[in-house]
Structures are given as C-alpha cells and as structure tokens.
C-alpha cells in the first residue's frame, strides 16, 4: 500500500542546477499538489493540478514549473536552483471534491533539498 | 486574504491534557483538519471537522470549532510520548472545486515524561 511516494528523498544542488522532483500515487486521485515546507511557515502550495495533463499556480510558484502527463505523477521542476530555494518539498494528492464532499490530502515523506 | 494563525510550540507533561489552538480568517471555509508531522515524516491526516459541526470526538481527540470566532481546537486526553509532533491546522478555503489548503505555521508539542 504505497499512497503517495517521492523521489528523491535527499538532493544537494549547486546554485544554478536543474533538477525534478518526483511525485507518484497509486490511489487513482485526480487533484496533485506541491508544497514547500520552510521553519515558522508552515505548508505553502507551489503549484497544484486538478486532473490529468492541467496544472495551475499556487501560492509560490516562482523559480518552479510541474507536469501532470499522466494521472498517477506529478513532476516538479527547478530550472536554475537558487539557495532560497532550499526547503523540504511535500508532495500532496486527494480525490476530487465533486459535490462538496470530504476528501482529505494525503502526503508523501518529502524530499529535503539544499541548494548550495 | 486567507490566513490560517497557531502558535508556535507547546509543552506538556505525559498524562495531562494538550490544547492547540488556530485562528482562522475565511468564513465561508467548509472544512477544517488537523494534520501531524513526526520528525522526517510527512504529514498524517488525525481528523477533520465539517463546518456546520461544533465538535468532533475520536478517542483521545476532541475538535472544537467556534465559527463565530473562527478558532478551532485539537484537544488530546491524557498525552503520550508518542504525541511529540508537530501538528498543522489547515482550512479548506474559498478555492471552488481544487481542494486546496490553507495551512497555519504548525505548533510543536513536546512532551516530557
């Protein structure tokens, strides 16, 4: 019973270094999210995708982009990794919220990421 | 805009109540959670509350919510070791159809023995 799973779980990045987080669920969730998780601040959303092959921008998406190309990922992508954007990412994914119902969030483990 | 507040830390000792507090400011937020998060884990769904509900119970747990003053509460009887985390409130807020959250700063409790 995987749930939500995320790959790596440790990176170091040199300043200016691409790289991709992955995402992957096997609970057949439509919604996908990405968070960032820095001390004092609690969750903030990246970005965030409602269904295969759309994606939409969260509250901090700068210095980011993501593809949902098929249901069960979600990729998350840095370009050119910027010391700020050190943090813990968490991957989130939840049924869809037809008719106002109920469907909570369920996380992955995280992927702490330094960019040096 | 919406804004989800916790305070930041917590101590209590092994038996005795924890109370955690969250303000929130979306008044039309459907529902409220409480999620924890152990050291070098992700977080755990503990419990959620509807907002037409005023309390919620499941075993050592109690939620209030108070929408009149938008506060929500996480009540845990007789505290255990094992309850050391740190526990997020997050709301649902006024996202239409995405399920999105709105989490508070998280309130680290610790628990001495």
């Known amino acids: 019973n995987a749930g939500v799973t995320q790959t790596p779980k440790f990176r170091v990045l040199k300043t200016g270094q691409s790289m991709t987080l992955l995402c992957a669920q096997d609970m057949n969730h439509e919604y996908m999210y990405w968070y960032r998780q820095d001390p004092g601040m609690g969750l903030r959303l990246i970005h965030y995708s409602v269904g295969e092959g759309t994606t939409a921008k969260g509250e901090v998406p700068d210095g980011y982009n993501v593809s949902r190309l098929k249901k069960q990922n979600f990729l998350l992508g840095l370009e050119s990794a910027a010391p700020s954007q050190t943090s813990v990412y968490f991957c989130?994914?939840?049924?869809?919220?037809?008719?106002?119902?109920?469907?909570?969030?369920?996380f992955g483990d995280g992927t702490r990421l330094s960019i040096l | 805009g919406e804004d989800v507040e916790q305070s930041l830390f917590l101590s209590v000792r092994e038996g005795d109540s924890s109370v955690i507090n969250c303000t929130y400011t979306?008044?039309?937020?459907?529902?409220l959670y409480w999620y924890k998060q152990e050291p070098g884990a992700g977080l755990q769904l503990l419990t959620y509350?509807?907002?037409?509900?005023d309390m919620k119970q499941d075993q050592r747990l109690t939620v209030l919510l108070n929408k009149k003053d938008k506060h929500l509460s996480l009540r845990i009887a007789d505290t255990q070791t094992g309850d050391s985390a740190i526990y997020f409130c997050?709301?649902?807020?006024?996202?239409?159809?995405?399920?999105?959250?709105?989490f508070g700063q998280g309130t680290t409790l610790q628990v001495k023995p």
């Open positions: 979306d008044s039309s937020s459907t529902y």
């Open positions: 509350i509807f907002s037409n509900m």
């Open positions: 989130a994914s939840s049924y869809s919220q037809a008719g106002g119902s109920n469907q909570p969030q369920h």
């Open positions: 997050a709301e649902r807020g006024r996202s239409g159809n995405t399920g999105k959250l709105i």
